[in-house]
């Protein structure tokens, strides 16, 4: 069954530290990961796509790094600012299809405290 | 450049009722996709459409129903509107690319609809 499940479900940090959030993967066949911050109440903004060749991925403080072996990414939030507070999405989609072929996770709330 | 708009933005409905829902893609972007994204579910896809033409469809009942226009603005519409059909309804629109799987998404802001 194709799934996606994120770690941890949230996440407290105080401003200027750094976390790192998980997504492991079972979903075949493979085409590309996303990551995406999800402001409340607002829709989800990419952070990053990744193919099945790249390894890491980095858009200013957000550094994502995705093992294909192991079917794991994670995505690497470097000196936490308080706009960093937001849900972060990780999803896959699925290789030969176009936007409709995705699985979502669930999600990662993070709250960057002063 | 406009981002993708979304309207109305807040919706209350009763049980039983029907309801439509707007999405206006980013100019010159011909694939609009539509989610539903709940507490307890998270995101889940609806539908794609590229072209006027419905390219994908999500595992949701036939009550969720969708078309685009030949402008590339999209509507979703939901019939005998259940408790848990209350939800954020987002909209994303692609590049006019070939829509494959590596374009980016602009989302928009959603539709907060909840049903009573």
């Known amino acids: 069954k194709n799934q996606v499940e994120q770690s941890p479900q949230s996440l407290i940090i105080l401003e200027g530290k750094n976390c790192t959030l998980q997504?492991?993967?079972?979903?075949?066949?493979?085409?590309?990961l996303r990551w995406y911050k999800q402001d409340t109440g607002r829709g989800p903004v990419s952070l990053t796509i990744?193919?099945?060749?790249?390894n890491t991925k980095s858009n200013g403080r957000y550094t994502a790094t995705l093992d294909a072996d192991t079917k794991q990414s994670s995505l690497h939030i470097t000196a936490s600012q308080l706009s960093d507070s937001a849900s972060y999405i990780c999803v896959v989609f699925l290789y030969g299809g176009s936007q409709g072929n995705l699985i979502f996770g669930k999600g990662t709330k993070l709250s960057v405290k002063p | 450049k406009a981002g993708v708009t979304q309207t109305p933005r807040y919706l209350i409905k009763t049980r039983g009722q029907q309801v439509t829902l707007s999405c206006s893609p980013i100019?010159?972007?011909?694939?609009v996709s539509w989610y539903q994204q709940t507490p307890g579910q998270g995101l889940q896809f609806l539908f794609e459409?590229?072209?006027?033409?419905?390219?994908n469809k999500g595992n949701f009942p036939g009550r969720f129903s969708g078309r685009q226009f030949s402008n590339s603005r999209s509507e979703m519409n939901v019939s005998t509107l259940e408790l848990g059909d209350s939800a954020l309804y987002l909209c994303a629109s692609s590049p006019p690319t070939s829509g494959l799987s590596t374009d980016t998404q602009y989302f928009g802001p959603g539709t907060r609809l909840t049903v009573l």
């Open positions: 100019s010159g972007h011909r694939s």
């Open positions: 990744m193919t099945f060749s790249e």
């Open positions: 459409y590229f072209s006027e033409t419905q390219r």
């Open positions: 997504c492991n993967y079972t979903v075949s066949p493979f085409s590309n």
